[in-house]
């Protein structure tokens, strides 16, 4: 069992940056692909980034590639999402999760289905 707690939401200008951090509770942290997924107001949730259980190896959305840097620290149970060059269209409700099925990333494992634990979700608001 895997329990997620996300945190570092806020309001900020657009063009400003915030960075989320997502704690981990459970063993064997490293052996799970983390996740960051989206939901803004009246659309579904969307991917956004995902790192590989090694932290080696990474998949972004197009939408935010450039701006946002996912990193991990395993020995500390922690990912991290770095938001820069904001805008008002990032405004959504931020999501970690985990997958226990795999430790890989991939184009091709972009679903939420991948993913089984999930996080309560932070709050991210960009100002125009």
């Known amino acids: 069992q895997v329990q997620l707690v996300e945190s570092g939401g806020g309001l900020v200008q657009a063009g400003g940056s915030l960075r989320l951090s997502c704690e981990a509770s459970?063993?064997?942290?490293?052996?799970?692909?983390m996740g960051w997924f989206r939901q803004a107001p009246g659309k579904e949730r969307e991917f956004v980034v995902s790192i590989s259980g090694s932290g080696r190896a990474t998949v972004y959305a197009d939408s935010v590639k450039a701006r946002f840097t996912i990193s991990r620290d395993n020995a500390k149970n922690m990912v991290y999402l770095q938001m820069n060059s904001l805008k008002p269209e990032d405004t959504a409700v931020y999501y970690c999760?985990?997958?226990?099925?795999?430790?890989?990333?991939?184009?091709?494992?972009?679903?939420?289905?991948?993913?089984?634990?999930w996080g309560q979700g932070t709050q991210v608001t960009v100002s125009s």
């Open positions: 459970g063993r064997a942290f490293s052996s799970y692909a």
């Open positions: 999760a985990a997958s226990s099925s795999t430790s890989y990333v991939s184009r091709e494992r972009l679903s939420q289905s991948w993913y089984d634990y």
